[in-house]
Nanobody
Framework: VQLQASGGGLVQPGGSLRLSCAAS????????MGWYRQASGPRRELVAV???????KYADSAKGRFTISRDSAKNTVYLQMNSLKPEDTAVYYC????????????WGQGTQVTVSS
């Protein structure tokens, strides 16, 4: 499975960004797609994931501000991020796997999101 992410950038606090992640290859092997982020250090934290039947899971920090969605026909997942805060600054990674409780084995390239005035 190959994941192609796009949509990062620089935005002011309170602004919005939309990330996209397109999957290709052996997509029949995945059931979950979503986003993790890495601000500093080696650990990547969950942002949001969505299953093939539309169930979603969000980090507490993302609830109410971020919305994950998917276009199954395009094998693409979107992360709409609103009311962005400086603490959202991180490299965001698209991820794909089989279950929502742990990160899957497939990662896209990271996309930088910087929230700063």
């Amino acid at each position: 499975v190959q994941l192609q992410a796009s949509g990062g950038g620089l935005v002011q606090p309170g602004g919005s960004l939309r990330l996209s992640c397109a999957a290709s290859g052996s997509i029949f092997s995945i059931n979950v797609m979503g986003w993790y982020r890495q601000a500093s250090g080696p650990r990547r934290e969950l942002v949001a994931v969505i299953t093939s039947d539309g169930n979603t899971k969000y980090a507490d920090s993302a609830k109410g501000r971020f919305t994950i969605s998917r276009d199954s026909a395009k094998n693409t997942v979107y992360l709409q991020m609103n009311s962005l805060k400086p603490e959202d600054t991180a490299v965001y990674y698209c991820n794909a796997g089989r279950i929502t409780t742990i990160a899957g084995g497939y990662w896209g390239q990271g996309t930088q999101v910087t929230v700063s005035s």
